[in-house]
């Protein structure tokens, strides 16, 4: 047994980013997001998650280095989960409902090299930078530095909006889709940086690692037990501890993501029975805001959409 070190053959570092390469080879025409009018398919999303990680290399973005982001659950939101770490760097998802000074702080404290800002939150993001900016200027620290600001329009009805040259779909469409990802070698690189909501005091930053994040991603996939191909709507945060690894896990099962702007009864109900949905997650807030849903809000449901806790039909989400 003392020959048999460790190989390719035999042993290889554990990361979720493997699932989304399985996933284009073994899912690879199978639909792997819908946004109200835009669909990618699994290999699409390999390519272009592939073609990020390049653009962010052409940035600079090394190792271990911070990316950004401010968004809601789009299509941007869950590649970055993916292309990220594919450029050997740290994602950190912003809680969309803090203010400027907390996000500022966040910025500051996790030395983010890129900050992507989705062109709702360009203002609240504007006041942050505007914050941080003042804050260096009196620490005096050289070493540090203010983050590259990439806005994320909106891929299915673009609005112009920017802030600062770099646009994402533009990097997107710049990278190298033959990039090779970085190699982890090291399954306890971190993989994901997430901060307390900071209601007590200043946000807390917590690290993933590849490995705990795999392991994670498993463990809730078997718990739940997700079969293959699952359309899973995103009414829960990416930003909440990265959608509770299920940004991960979907790619595991090859499933199909419906992402949505915005949580509403209008929303949910709609791309339940458009896309026949099977899971979500919903925490007892979400629950409300169906069960509080007005009469023109609502769609029928004729399929059963599961939760992790528990399961809920049209009949018992309706009635």
Known sequence: MDRLPKCEANYVPLTPVTFLKRASMVYGDRTSIIYAGVRFTWHQTYQRCRRLASALRSLNVCKNNVVSVLAPNIPAMYEMHFAVPMAGAVLNTINTRLDAKNIANILRHSEAKVFFIDYMFVPLARDALRLLMDDLQKSGSPE???????V??????????????LEYEQL??????????????DEWDPIALNYTSGTTSAPKGVVYSHRGAYLSTLSLILGWEMKSE????????MFHCNGWTFT????????????I???TAEEMYKNMALHKVTHMCCAPIVFNI?????PQEHRHITNTVENPHRWC???SATS
Do not use: F
Not at 248 to 256: D, E, H, K
């Open 144 to 150: 540090m530095s203010m983050p590259l600001v990439a």
């Open 152 to 165: 994320i329009d909106d891929i299915d009805l673009p609005t112009g909006v920017r802030l600062g040259e």
């Open 172 to 185: 997107v469409y710049q990278g190298n889709p033959g990039y090779v990802p970085e190699e982890i070698n």
């Open 230 to 237: 699952p359309v899973y709507l995103w009414s829960l945060p």
């Open 248 to 259: 991960w896990g979907v790619a595991a099962r090859g499933g199909t993501n419906v992402c």
């Open 261 to 263: 702007r915005n949580t």
């Open 290 to 294: 169906l069960l509080e849903a007005k």
């Open 313 to 315: 039909t049209a009949s």
